[in-house]
């Protein structure tokens, strides 16, 4: 497991039950470790009570002392946390801003170790000044997210259109011309559609892009470049959450990578949109 620098040691006793105790905490609140960065994730969770543990007197934590100091080494655990603390109810307002508070930890800890994302961006890039077209899918809330990034990269001179993943093979695939480009969104990047669509991209000689949640997903290695938005802290470790607030966010940050590349100007997305009282 990782180790945790700058440790105040107070106090040891403790401190191997704390390590264990944490990674069964992670499981019982995340589920069973799916990919290496799960298994990262427990490492970083039994490591952090070990060393919150050995910062106070005695075995067992001090709240909220121990509890905020395992915040601090793994902003993962700001939701899970709040969401299991057994003192005392959370109401309806302070649900509201340790949501928006988990939000925040989950964008600061991916731009932290946030993958070079230079290829991904120029194939998007290539494919649009070759007259190449520019495909997002996904089902469920990724599809959601991968039709407003759609929208935006259209409104940015980029051609791009939304195609939910499951009407591809009902006669979407003829779209497909060679030297388009597909971003497929999935926060697992294993589920039942994708095994025979890759395949079908790849036969049509379009290049595949994909942003997952899991590095190991089968769709992360069957992509050209693919962008890793990992989140483990979702709303009742289920709800499709922080995950989406990644998608989003990397969504956001393709589109300004094109704006930046391409030279677009403000002047350009008001002849794009004419419509409303944008940037007024």
């Given at each position: 497991?990782?180790?945790?620098?700058?440790v105040?040691?107070?106090?040891?006793?403790?401190?191997?039950?704390?390590?264990f105790?944490?990674?069964?905490?992670?499981?019982?609140?995340?589920?069973l470790?799916?990919?290496?960065?799960?298994?990262?994730?427990?490492?970083?969770v039994g490591?952090?009570?070990?060393?919150a543990c050995?910062?106070?007197?005695?075995?067992?934590?001090e709240?909220?002392i121990s509890?905020?100091r395992?915040?601090?080494?793994?902003?993962?655990l700001?939701h899970?946390?709040s969401?299991?603390?057994?003192n005392?109810?959370?109401?309806?307002?302070?649900?509201?801003?340790?949501?928006?508070?988990?939000?925040?930890a989950?964008?600061?800890?991916?731009?932290?170790?946030?993958?070079?994302?230079?290829?991904f961006?120029?194939?998007v890039?290539?494919?649009?000044?070759n007259?190449?077209?520019v495909?997002l899918?996904?089902?469920?809330?990724?599809?959601?997210?991968?039709?407003?990034?759609a929208a935006s990269?259209?409104?940015v001179?980029?051609?791009?259109q939304?195609?939910?993943?499951?009407?591809?093979?009902h006669?979407d695939?003829?779209?497909?011309?060679?030297?388009?480009?597909?971003?497929?969104l999935?926060?697992?990047?294993?589920?039942?559609?994708?095994?025979s669509?890759?395949?079908?991209?790849?036969?049509?000689?379009?290049?595949?892009?994909?942003?997952v949640?899991?590095?190991e997903?089968p769709?992360?290695a069957?992509?050209?470049h693919?962008?890793?938005?990992?989140?483990q802290?979702?709303?009742l470790?289920?709800?499709?959450?922080?995950?989406?607030?990644?998608?989003?966010?990397?969504?956001?940050?393709?589109?300004?990578?094109?704006?930046?590349?391409?030279?677009?100007?403000?002047?350009?997305f008001?002849?794009?949109h004419?419509?409303?009282?944008?940037?007024?």
């Amino acid at each position: 497991a990782p180790g945790v620098p700058g440790v105040r040691q107070v106090d040891a006793t403790g401190a191997g039950d704390a390590f264990f105790g944490g990674m069964i905490a992670a499981i019982h609140f995340w589920g069973l470790p799916r990919s290496l960065a799960d298994l990262e994730l427990l490492g970083r969770v039994g490591s952090a009570a070990g060393a919150a543990c050995c910062e106070v007197l005695g075995a067992l934590p001090e709240l909220p002392i121990s509890c905020e100091r395992m915040t601090a080494l793994v902003p993962e655990l700001t939701h899970a946390i709040s969401t299991a603390s057994p003192n005392e109810a959370k109401s309806p307002m302070e649900c509201f801003t340790a949501s928006l508070a988990a939000d925040a930890a989950a964008l600061a800890a991916f731009a932290e170790c946030a993958p070079a994302a230079e290829g991904f961006v120029n194939a998007v890039y290539n494919c649009s000044i070759n007259g190449g077209h520019v495909f997002l899918t996904g089902t469920g809330k990724s599809g959601h997210v991968g039709r407003r990034v759609a929208a935006s990269l259209s409104s940015v001179s980029i051609p791009a259109q939304f195609v939910l993943a499951s009407e591809w093979s009902h006669g979407d695939l003829g779209a497909l011309r060679p030297g388009d480009v597909v971003i497929a969104l999935s926060n697992s990047g294993r589920s039942e559609e994708w095994g025979s669509l890759i395949a079908e991209f790849i036969a049509r000689h379009v290049t595949l892009l994909a942003i997952v949640g899991m590095s190991e997903a089968p769709l992360a290695a069957a992509a050209k470049h693919s962008l890793i938005a990992q989140s483990q802290d979702e709303l009742l470790g289920c709800i499709p959450s922080r995950s989406i607030i990644l998608q989003e966010a990397v969504g956001t940050a393709l589109v300004a990578s094109l704006v930046s590349i391409s030279g677009f100007k403000a002047t350009d997305f008001h002849h794009n949109h004419p419509g409303g009282a944008i940037g007024l």
